[in-house]
């Protein structure tokens, strides 16, 4: 839409940051070594489960490790060469957080091998369509970095971002079946042979994008009070359209894709973003109010709802019922088994959960890691998601701001809709762990998402050259007043 | 707009603390609910993946013979339990099913054998820090296998369906416990699930109950192998083995006649017997009128000190309760006539073979009754021993002097009866037994019974015999006799 940039918000954008030294070391030399001890957990984790499994160690787990870690060294050298100020803890927790969910694939793969040998069964293993996809992941990534030089460059392509976003969210739904079928209740699938694409979820961070840059642009718009009812400004009528447009689409998503998950990420993340650009509660307020004016519609109409709520109450009730709580069951099983310190890697039943590597993987987590993996897990998901908000509260334009918090929000918002659906915090909703689960889609959407998050750190700890020590502009000799200058002593 | 930035790192931190106290709930405080529902098969796969622990006895030369071992395989159960000799074993060892569950001591010893028991946990803890998979303990049974085999052997070459029971009188070991027909308990543990499943229902629908572990789970109609509990309440009432008792052909009892088996007078006489023949002649109406004189309460009383109507014991198998009364009134003869039936070990009697062996074995030990026990130690993965049988009393049920001669009786009555298997220079005791059952007891064919002890002066066995005979002419002597002779023999060694 190329309207300018604002230039950092408030005085207290950055400054307080140590950032703006002119030496601000660039701390690559850190995301090294800890991209080194991310290979080693994931080596030994390996090796665990190898143990646990097969009884026998030999020498190609160090070489997997090597190999773990030179995939992320290139990533590493190019966040050196393209984003050398970028956060130094983000590309490590992605490491780690990428590396135990092949691991995981992988031992879950063994387990269903079993399964089907003993059945007589061919079975496809997952694990090297993992690596692949992680390889294409990486390269993704790499491409985003080079190409995305500046995030504010993103603004200007903002309403095509839209455009393609909506339309990718929209496609599985409009298609036929043959190339969009549906997959465990849901059309949000696109299949060519044997890829298949959930295009929704490249569609989120493109929409996010979109919002980023139009909030900012009509950001004083929004500032502006409507009517004042009960003492709260209401907004006025007009600027309730990204609202409701937002509400929108993720009641289409529910309703013609049926999928609660991503339609729940939407509209939570647009909210945060819609309440960081205004700073105004209320918008949280009036979106809640929607969204549970949704879900109780959503509820009364649609069946499957219904069970999923049925499951969320008591999944051992409805155990037994089709469509009932049996997958929830078993994962809470699988959590119950594993206990404080887990079975060890390798050496838990996980596979007696169905999706076990994909929406179910937090739970063979917990069950073969136990609550202290789990919960070591859940912070590192945490420490990433802090340093894309810090490095969000850090840079210094509105875009970047919103656009860091909103991809930081996003990162955290799948985390508890799916964390929390396995464990029954809240109803199961379907949607991946990102970086852990298997699914090729997730993995290439969340490292653009990494890849973004790192160009605006980047932005936020590089050095002001240039444009920092720009003198106070002079006013013109002849308007100037006499000044009275002591001589230096 | 930092100020609902940081608001929003908060609500993001809310929503991670959320996560964790719901995982905490989950994985901590409700974690035993989830663990042990029944619908969580993990516990259980567990279990049958880990190495479970041997079942051995030890026979001559004190050499251990392995019952159940394991052996490792490359499924995903990892161990295959395997049985050495398994129809010969299976009353003792039972069964150990991925499907079916466990059977016998398998089931009776489970933890110790799946490595759960408390006594373990020291080494559990070792296994979990050397990193070794944790290992079941060992169970070593008293059985003998000689004996154990020989019983068994002369069982099924004869094709009987019955039972024999050995105890050690002195400690309550168990030497032997055969049942037969028997079942393989390899088809029960074999990992493939159809032949699993086959064997399974073959075996429950086997009229001849292969399944069903006739020693202790079985009751039956002792005959006159009872007489021995009349003669010991008539000893411990004041009477001696040479106090004369009624050799009457003919005794009438309520409505029928009793009559002894021979049809005629005891000893071929009207005057009188002493009580020491009527027993080796097994004489109906002389116990028939001891039990009737003696009166419900001393029979009872007398029945009660040797065992019968003992619900709650266990070697560690649960052990059926044996009667005198009906299933209702265990312990309770109801009137004069049931009681003068019930003193020859018909009406309403019944004993589980163990229980019968017992009689002997506490007869055979001056009086004093044993505890039996089949599990001589527990060991741990490593054979060091954990624990170790205790003997255990149960009490005088006869003084000394009452066994003495009860034992001399018995002496007198091995002397009447025929049979295979006598030896020359070992000295048995015995009492035989041939119970009628069913409604038409005249064409059913009887229970024979046999039990008995040996040496006679220094008793290192004592056995019971019970076949459910196909021959309605069958008599205890006959059949039982050989087979509890040839277990003694096999039990006290070659000489």
New interface residues.
């Given amino acids: 839409m190329g309207s300018p940039v604002q230039q950092g ?2 005085p ?2 950055g400054q307080s940051s140590a950032s703006n030294d002119p030496a601000a070391p660039t701390r690559r030399g850190t995301e090294l070594l800890l991209l080194g001890f991310a290979a080693f957990v994931v080596s030994a984790a390996l090796m665990l489960v190898e ?1 646990n499994q097969e009884q026998q160690l030999t020498l190609r787990i160090f070489w997997y490790g090597l190999a773990f870690l030179g995939l992320f060294a290139v990533a590493h050298v190019a966040v050196r060469k393209f984003a050398p100020y970028a956060d130094p803890l983000i590309l490590p927790c992605v490491a780690l957080l990428n590396g135990l969910g092949l691991v995981m694939i992988y031992r879950i793969d063994l387990a269903m091998t ?2 089907a040998l ?1 059945a007589g069964r061919e079975i496809n293993n997952d694990v090297p369509k993992q690596i692949l996809w992680t390889t294409v992941a990486l390269a993704l990534f790499l491409a985003v970095l080079i190409v995305v030089k500046d995030h504010r460059t993103l603004t200007k392509y903002s309403y095509t971002f839209g455009l393609v976003g909506l339309v990718l969210l929209a496609l599985p739904a409009f298609l036929p079946s043959v190339i969009a079928p549906t997959i465990n209740g849901a059309k949000i699938w696109l299949k060519a042979g044997p890829f298949s694409l959930q295009p929704g979820e490249f569609a989120k961070i493109l929409l996010l994008v979109f919002f980023a840059a139009f909030l900012v642009s009509k950001r004083d718009l929004f500032m502006a009070a409507g009517r004042r009812v009960l003492g709260v400004d209401l907004p006025r009528a007009r600027d309730l359209g990204p609202v409701v447009f937002a509400w929108a689409v993720s009641l289409g998503v529910l309703v013609f894709q049926k999928d609660l998950g991503t339609s729940l990420l939407f509209f939570g993340t647009i909210l ?1 973003m819609l ?3 205004t ?1 105004r509660a209320v918008w949280v307020v009036l979106g809640l109010t929607l969204f549970v004016g949704g879900a109780v519609v959503a509820y009364n109409l649609f069946t499957h709802v219904q069970q999923r709520v049925a499951n969320w109450f008591d999944p ?1 009730a409805t ?1 037994a019922d089709a469509g009932g709580g049996y997958q929830i ?1 078993q994962a ?9 310190g887990g ?1 060890g890697l390798g050496a ?2 996980p596979e ?1 959960v169905p999706l076990a590597n994909t929406d179910f993987i937090a739970a063979a987590i ?1 069950e073969e890691l ?2 202290i993996g ?2 070591a897990l ?2 590192v ?2 420490v990433l ?2 340093r894309g ?1 810090r490095s ?2 850090a840079v210094r334009d ?1 875009f970047g ?2 656009l860091g ?1 909103g991809l ?2 996003l990162l ?2 799948q ?2 809709v799916v ?2 659906g396995v ?3 809240i109803p199961m909703t379907g949607i991946t762990a990102p970086f852990l689960s298997y699914g090729g889609s997730s993995l290439l959407a969340n490292y653009v998402l990494i890849a973004l998050l790192l160009r605006i750190s980047d932005a936020a700890r590089r050095p002001q050259t240039g444009a920092r020590p720009r003198p106070v502009p002079q006013a013109p000799i002849a308007e100037a007043h006499t000044v009275m200058v002591e001589r230096p002593t | 707009m930092n100020t609902p930035l940081r608001r929003v790192g908060l609500a993001m931190l809310g929503m991670i603390i959320l996560l964790l106290a719901n995982a905490t709930y989950i994985q901590i405080i409700k974690a035993d609910d989830y663990r042990e529902d029944p619908r969580n098969q993990r516990v259980l796969l567990e279990e049958y993946s880990r190495e479970r622990g041997k079942i051995l006895a030890r026979g001559a030369n004190n050499q251990a013979q392995m019952l159940a071992t394991v052996l490792p395989t490359n499924d995903r159960l990892r161990y295959l339990r395997q049985y050495t000799a398994g129809p010969t074993f299976a009353p003792v060892t039972g069964f150990y099913s991925v499907r079916y569950g466990a059977g016998g001591l398998e089931r009776a010893e489970d933890e110790i054998l799946n490595g759960s028991d408390d006594r373990l946990f020291v080494r559990r803890l070792s296994d979990l820090i050397t990193g070794r998979d944790p290992r079941g303990g060992n169970i070593e049974l008293t059985i003998n296998p000689a004996a154990q085999t020989a019983a068994y052997d002369a069982m099924a070459k004869a094709g009987f369906a019955g039972s024999v029971v050995a105890l050690n009188p002195k400690t309550g070991e168990i030497l032997a416990m055969v049942s037969t027909p028997s079942y393989d308990p390899n088809t029960l543990s074999a990992h493939d699930g159809a032949a699993q499943e086959k064997a399974w229902k073959d075996y429950n629908a086997d009229k001849r109950k292969p399944m069903l572990n006739r020693a202790v789970s079985e009751t039956y109609a002792p005959g006159s192998t009872f007489k021995l509990v009349i003669a010991a309440a008539a000893l411990e009432d004041g009477k001696s083995k040479d106090d004369q008792v009624t050799s009457t052909d003919r005794l009438q009892v309520g409505g029928s006649e009793l009559r002894n088996y021979n049809r005629g007078f005891c000893n071929g006489t009207p005057n009188g017997v002493s009580m020491e023949v009527a027993l080796s002649l097994s004489c109906n109406t002389a116990f028939a009128q001891l039990a009737g004189d003696l009166g419900p309460e001393k029979v009872g009383k007398q029945a009660a000190e040797f065992g019968i109507g003992e619900s709650d014991l266990t070697v560690p198998m649960r052990v059926e309760q044996s009667c005198i009364g009906p299933a209702t009134a265990c312990m309770s003869v109801g009137d004069k006539a049931a009681l003068m039936q019930t003193g020859i070990g018909q009406r309403d009697v019944r004993l589980t073979p163990l229980q019968n062996a017992q009689i002997v074995a506490t007869i055979a030990n001056g009086g004093e009754r044993m505890r039996p026990q089949l599990v001589k130690s527990v060991l741990a993965p490593d054979l060091s021993e954990i624990s170790r049988l205790d003997t255990d009393s149960l009490g005088r049920v006869m003084s000394r002097d009452a066994a003495g001669q009860l034992r001399d009786m018995m002496v007198a009555s091995e002397g009447k009866t025929g049979g295979d298997g006598k030896r020359d220079g070992l000295t048995i005791a015995s009492k035989t037994g041939t119970a009628e059952t069913g409604n038409d007891p005249k064409n059913t064919p009887p229970f024979a019974w046999y039990v008995a002890f040996a040496p006679a002066d220094d008793p290192k066995i004592a056995v019971a015999v019970v076949v459910e005979s196909q021959d309605v002419a069958a008599t205890g002597g006959k059949l039982s006799a050989a087979i509890g002779r040839a277990t003694i023999a096999a039990a006290l060694g070659g000489g």
Avoid: C, N
């Fill in positions: 918000a408030g207290a954008a143990a079993e399964k003993r945060v309440y960081v650009a700073e051992l155990y069951a809470l099983f699988g959590l119950g088994t594993g206990g404080v079975t838990g039943r007696l917990g136990g609550f789990l919960a859940l912070l998901y945490t998601a802090l908000m969000a509260l509105t701001k919103l918090g930081s929000f955290i918002m985390v508890f964390v929390g464990t029954k915090l």
